[in-house]
């Protein structure tokens, strides 16, 4: 079996480490243009990270293997147990998950797939678009809004949950439309099959109306969009705790500890989005003071939502925080 890994620069010297007894798999840091002579694609790195060469591999049919830090919204295994996920895939024990996907088309272009959500928005912030929303050709409703989510199940725990969608098991075979900060109450979110192509047409703004794909791709759209089912991503699964069951219980416990001082929240988040950071990085990234950071990360250890580490880079030893994994 031949394999391809692809990985954060920060953490090559980790992974290479980790894979020493498998020289069947390649380790790059950057994504080729032919992968077509291997059997399967590991995507190490923060949610981010895998996301985006998930678009890149857009065309790819074969099995991927994501691996995170921590118990990530993405990622099939922590890092620490991709040895034991390799020796598991190159015995051929390993399941495989078909995830849905979305296929955007705008103004007759295809788009990457979208693995979370499809969002529609206009370019500027405080300012509505009015839409008309149809389903298989069905007329539902028209409305002003503030913009329109699509969600997968995968997606349903991100940015379609904080507009007031509902949490779909990953294993549903469905989609979720979002109207988000409808001016009409009765704009409700709706579930449609995963079959179904809808349509979002009469477009107007005062602003230019972008299709955000995953958060990362942003295309300006005319006055109609069309999405339909992509073709799934066939996510491997190598026992234990799923990682979208082990999502589900992670922003469940995240809600349950609403008491959290507003700055320990937006560390878990932004833990959550980048993965493994230092204090210092910490620090950076949300330029909160140093007093205020260490008082908030020794509250989220205390409640068991982070974990403290210490990994290799470079030549040292640094300390790390990430999200603590559900995994044993």
């Given at each position: 079996?031949?394999?391809?890994?692809?990985?954060?620069?920060s953490?090559?010297?980790?992974?290479?480490?980790?894979?020493n007894?498998?020289?069947?798999?390649?380790?790059?840091?950057?994504?080729?243009?032919?992968?077509?002579?291997?059997?399967?694609i590991?995507?190490?790195?923060?949610?981010?990270?895998i996301?985006m060469?998930?678009?890149?591999?857009?065309?790819?049919?074969?099995?991927?293997?994501t691996?995170g830090?921590?118990?990530?919204?993405?990622?099939?295994v922590?890092?620490?147990?991709?040895?034991?996920?390799?020796?598991?895939?190159?015995?051929?024990?390993y399941?495989?998950?078909?995830?849905?996907?979305?296929?955007?088309?705008v103004?007759?272009?295809?788009?990457?797939?979208?693995?979370?959500?499809?969002a529609?928005?206009?370019?500027?912030?405080a300012?509505?678009?009015?839409?008309?929303?149809y389903?298989?050709?069905?007329?539902l409703?028209?409305?002003?809004?503030?913009?329109?989510?699509?969600?997968?199940?995968?997606?349903?725990?991100?940015?379609?949950?904080?507009?007031?969608?509902?949490?779909?098991?990953?294993?549903?075979?469905?989609?979720?439309?979002?109207?988000?900060?409808?001016?009409?109450?009765?704009?409700?979110?709706?579930?449609?099959?995963?079959?179904?192509?809808?349509?979002?047409?009469?477009?107007?703004?005062?602003?230019?109306?972008?299709?955000?794909?995953?958060?990362?791709?942003?295309?300006?759209?005319?006055?109609?969009?069309?999405i339909?089912?992509?073709?799934p991503?066939?996510?491997?699964?190598?026992?234990?705790?799923?990682?979208?069951?082990?999502r589900?219980?992670?922003?469940?416990?995240?809600?349950?500890?609403?008491?959290?001082?507003p700055?320990?929240?937006?560390?878990?988040?932004?833990?959550?989005?980048?993965g493994?950071?230092?204090?210092?990085?910490?620090?950076?990234?949300?330029?909160?003071?140093?007093?205020?950071?260490?008082?908030?990360?020794?509250?989220?250890?205390?409640k068991g939502?982070?974990?403290?580490?210490?990994i290799?880079?470079?030549?040292?030893?640094?300390?790390?925080?990430?999200?603590?994994?559900?995994?044993?």
């Amino acid at each position: 079996m031949r394999g391809l890994l692809i990985t954060m620069p920060s953490v090559v010297g980790e992974v290479k480490k980790l894979i020493n007894d498998y020289s069947s798999f390649n380790v790059v840091t950057e994504l080729s243009d032919d992968v077509s002579n291997y059997d399967v694609i590991g995507i190490i790195g923060t949610d981010r990270f895998i996301i985006m060469n998930l678009h890149k591999l857009n065309s790819w049919e074969g099995p991927v293997l994501t691996v995170g830090f921590g118990l990530s919204f993405l990622n099939s295994v922590d890092i620490a147990n991709l040895d034991k996920a390799l020796s598991t895939i190159v015995s051929g024990s390993y399941d495989v998950e078909e995830i849905l996907r979305l296929s955007v088309n705008v103004k007759g272009k295809k788009l990457p797939n979208a693995i979370n959500e499809v969002a529609i928005f206009p370019a500027k912030s405080a300012i509505t678009l009015e839409y008309s929303l149809y389903v298989n050709n069905e007329y539902l409703w028209h409305d002003v809004a503030d913009g329109l989510i699509i969600s997968t199940p995968t997606g349903s725990t991100a940015y379609a949950m904080s507009a007031g969608g509902p949490l779909i098991h990953s294993r549903a075979q469905v989609f979720e439309i979002v109207p988000v900060n409808s001016t009409n109450l009765a704009r409700v979110p709706v579930i449609v099959p995963s079959d179904s192509v809808i349509s979002i047409k009469d477009l107007i703004s005062r602003s230019r109306i972008e299709v955000i794909i995953d958060g990362s791709i942003r295309t300006y759209v005319s006055n109609e969009t069309k999405i339909m089912p992509g073709k799934p991503l066939k996510l491997v699964r190598v026992g234990g705790v799923s990682s979208t069951v082990g999502r589900y219980e992670k922003k469940v416990s995240l809600l349950a500890n609403m008491d959290l001082p507003p700055s320990a929240k937006f560390i878990l988040k932004i833990l959550e989005y980048e993965g493994r950071l230092t204090q210092r990085e910490i620090v950076e990234k949300t330029m909160l003071p140093s007093r205020t950071v260490r008082n908030a990360l020794s509250i989220l250890i205390r409640k068991g939502l982070i974990q403290r580490q210490v990994i290799i880079r470079g030549n040292k030893e640094v300390i790390v925080y990430s999200l603590k994994s559900t995994e044993q």
